[in-house]
């Protein structure tokens, strides 16, 4: 079993930054790790995932060059630092973890957080 409790969201202006963090517990060794949004009435998208080593990391297009992903497998943390947010990036994120980067892609997610509310204002 595994725990996902995520931190960091708010209410910013466009072009501001943000820095959203993922607390794991539990079963966690070795799992890649993924950040995805969903926006009121659209589906649940991927947005950006980080294998065990930091080697692997994939982003949606729509975020790239503007989001980073990382972690810490010291303290079982992944963050996502968003900058140069825009209206659109407003929704709820949710940490996930899966049993590979590609699945997670696919949304093969076998765990969830509860999400973390980012709402961007223009």
């Known amino acids: 079993q595994v725990q996902l409790v995520e931190s960091g969201g708010g209410l910013v202006q466009a072009g501001g930054s943000l820095r959203l963090s993922c607390a794991a517990s539990?079963?966690?060794?070795?799992?890649?790790m993924a950040w995805f949004r969903q926006a009121p009435g659209k589906e649940r998208e991927f947005v950006a995932s980080?294998?065990?080593?930091?080697?692997?990391?994939y982003y949606a297009d729509s975020v790239k060059g503007r989001f980073t992903i990382s972690r810490d497998n010291a303290k079982n943390t992944v963050s996502l630092q968003m900058n140069s947010l825009k209206p659109e990036d407003t929704a709820i994120y949710y940490c996930a973890t899966g049993l590979s980067s590609d699945g997670l892609r696919a949304r093969l997610v076998n765990y969830w957080g509860q999400g973390t509310q980012v709402t961007v204002s223009t």
């Open positions: 980080i294998n065990w080593d930091g080697n692997t990391i």
């Open positions: 539990g079963r966690t060794f070795r799992y890649p």
